[in-house]
């Protein structure tokens, strides 16, 4: 079997919903000849982003590495890379190695239709998380592929706004705090409340570096948030979401209440 149609194969089990041969469960080394060497080809990991989430708006592209870890000898020389993604998500790409043990590609992701990628037009139903499959080759003409060979997640970005008035304030007065959280939403490509969630308030000092956390509560039907707290000294105010498999963390700019 050719290592395109090895390719071919694995997409068709992504898209169509097929189930691979048990052969094609995990890894498959295609050794060169009949006998098994103590040098066949290994992947010992895949490293996306930097091992940081690939976090996507509504307007900017994002252009992010993916780097295949392995080994051999004389060494790798070329990988074909897929990424797969709920709701038939997919990405490919190939790259030459840089090195005997590594191997580095790029891949853009458009919030619109990325026409340099047949067509894909990303959607909130792609948002979670992916997995990376590899095919790699290597000097000496052995191939090796390698199923879930990594993995990320593929994240919605946020933004959450915070005030807290009034500003000055009287100690011992009543501070309202109010805020929004919204996300990125690939279908209209615009930010819309995130209704529902667990967002935390958090206070820290003027003369402090550290944010504590006060309370808790859950954003209404259109992502807003409103609470109230006692002043009782000078010091910033800040939302904190931690995120969700979909959709990134993200933390408020604190806001500076002034209380005499």
Same mark, same amino acid.
């Given at each position: 079997?050719?290592?395109?149609? &090895?390719?071919? /194969?694995?997409?068709?089990?992504?898209?169509?919903? /097929?189930?691979?041969?048990?052969?094609?469960?995990?890894?498959? #080394?295609?050794?060169?000849?009949?006998?098994?060497?103590?040098?066949? #080809?290994?992947?010992? =990991?895949?490293? $996306?982003?930097? %091992?940081? *989430? &690939?976090?996507? =708006?509504?307007?900017?592209?994002?252009?992010?590495?993916?780097?295949?870890?392995?080994?051999?000898? #004389?060494? /790798?020389?070329?990988?074909?890379?897929?990424?797969?993604?709920?709701?038939?998500?997919?990405?490919?790409?190939?790259?030459?190695?840089?090195?005997?043990?590594?191997?580095?590609?790029?891949?853009?992701?458009? #919030?619109?239709?990325?026409?340099?990628?047949?067509?894909?037009?990303?959607?909130?139903?792609?948002?979670?998380?992916?997995?990376?499959?590899? /095919?790699?080759?290597?000097?000496?003409?052995?191939?090796?592929?390698?199923?879930?060979?990594?993995?990320?997640?593929?994240?919605?970005?946020? !933004?959450?706004?915070?005030?807290?008035?009034?500003?000055?304030?009287?100690? =011992?007065?009543?501070?309202?705090?109010?805020?929004?959280?919204?996300?990125?939403?690939?279908?209209?490509?615009?930010?819309?409340?995130?209704?529902?969630?667990?967002? +935390?308030?958090?206070?820290?000092?003027?003369?402090? *570096?550290?944010?504590? +956390?006060?309370?808790?509560?859950?954003?209404? %039907?259109?992502?807003?948030?409103?609470?109230?707290?006692?002043?009782? +000294?000078?010091?910033?105010? !800040?939302?904190?979401?931690?995120?969700?498999?979909?959709?990134?963390?993200?933390?408020?700019? %604190?806001?500076?209440?002034? $209380?005499?």
């Amino acid at each position: 079997m050719t290592r395109h149609a &090895v390719v071919a /194969l694995t997409l068709a089990a992504a898209v169509g919903g /097929l189930t691979a041969p048990t052969a094609f469960a995990d890894s498959i #080394p295609v050794p060169s000849s009949a006998s098994i060497l103590p040098a066949d #080809p290994v992947v010992t =990991g895949v490293t $996306v982003n930097g %091992g940081k *989430d &690939v976090v996507v =708006g509504t307007t900017e592209r994002k252009t992010f590495t993916v780097t295949v870890h392995g080994s051999d000898v #004389p060494g /790798l020389d070329f990988a074909d890379v897929d990424l797969l993604g709920p709701n038939v998500g997919f990405y490919t790409t190939d790259t030459y190695c840089e090195s005997a043990t590594a191997c580095t590609t790029r891949f853009t992701v458009d #919030p619109h239709r990325d026409v340099y990628n047949e067509g894909f037009d990303l959607s909130n139903a792609n948002a979670g998380a992916w997995y990376v499959d590899t /095919l790699v080759d290597t000097v000496d003409g052995d191939s090796l592929y390698v199923r879930h060979a990594g993995g990320f997640r593929l994240q919605r970005a946020a !933004r959450l706004t915070v005030n807290a008035a009034p500003e000055p304030v009287a100690k =011992g007065r009543t501070i309202t705090v109010t805020g929004k959280l919204t996300r990125a939403n690939w279908d209209s490509y615009r930010y819309a409340g995130y209704t529902g969630q667990t967002v +935390t308030l958090q206070f820290r000092p003027k003369n402090s *570096d550290t944010y504590t +956390t006060v309370k808790s509560l859950k954003t209404d %039907g259109t992502g807003n948030l409103r609470t109230t707290v006692k002043a009782a +000294t000078d010091g910033y105010w !800040r939302w904190n979401f931690a995120g969700t498999t979909t959709t990134a963390p993200k933390k408020a700019t %604190g806001d500076f209440v002034d $209380v005499r």
